[in-house]
């Protein structure tokens, strides 16, 4: 894709600060380092978010962010990782080209708040709502 900012870093058009390289994926330091070693493993081909990716190339991110969430802790001193990805606007994605997040965390107070608040869905509904899910799979 011509004007993806990630192709871009793929293709060299744009610097970054590599951390690892195969054949199909790419992890780079974000830009805005919430926090120290906040990393982006993306796929080289573009994908414009999880939903498209082939399960092959999905193992091999995830693969590689297991690595670096690895490297992190052994490197850095980080006490924990928090792995994200954002599909689609509505979720906080961005840039519309596949990435995750390999975020490592070092204490309560770092520049990340995630909270799953409690929803008023009715409990009864929830046999309901699994079977809509698992009947698509
Ligand atoms: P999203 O919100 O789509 O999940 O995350 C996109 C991430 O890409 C953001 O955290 C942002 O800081 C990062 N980012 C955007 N442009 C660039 C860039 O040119 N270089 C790098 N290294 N990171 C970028
Ligand atoms: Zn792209």
Do not use: W
């Not at 004007?3 to 060299?12: A, L, N, S, W």
Request: glycine residues 4%.
């Amino acid at each position: 894709m011509n004007d993806c900012i990630f192709c871009k870093i793929v293709r060299g058009d744009i610097p970054c600060h590599k951390v690892y390289e195969d054949d199909d994926v790419l992890a780079f330091l974000d830009i805005s380092q919430t926090t120290k070693g906040h990393t982006l493993v993306i796929s080289k081909e573009h994908f414009r978010n999880l939903l498209y990716v082939p399960k092959d190339i999905l193992a091999k991110v995830m693969g590689a962010a297991q690595k670096i969430a690895q490297a992190q802790v052994a490197s850095l001193g980080a006490k924990g990782v928090n792995i994200i990805n954002n599909t689609n606007e509505v979720a906080g994605q961005t840039v519309m080209h596949f990435h995750v997040h390999v975020i490592p965390r070092y204490s309560n107070e770092d520049a990340l708040r995630l909270e799953f608040n409690s929803n008023k869905i009715e409990k009864l509904s929830l046999p309901a709502i699994a079977e809509e899910i698992s009947k698509e799979m």
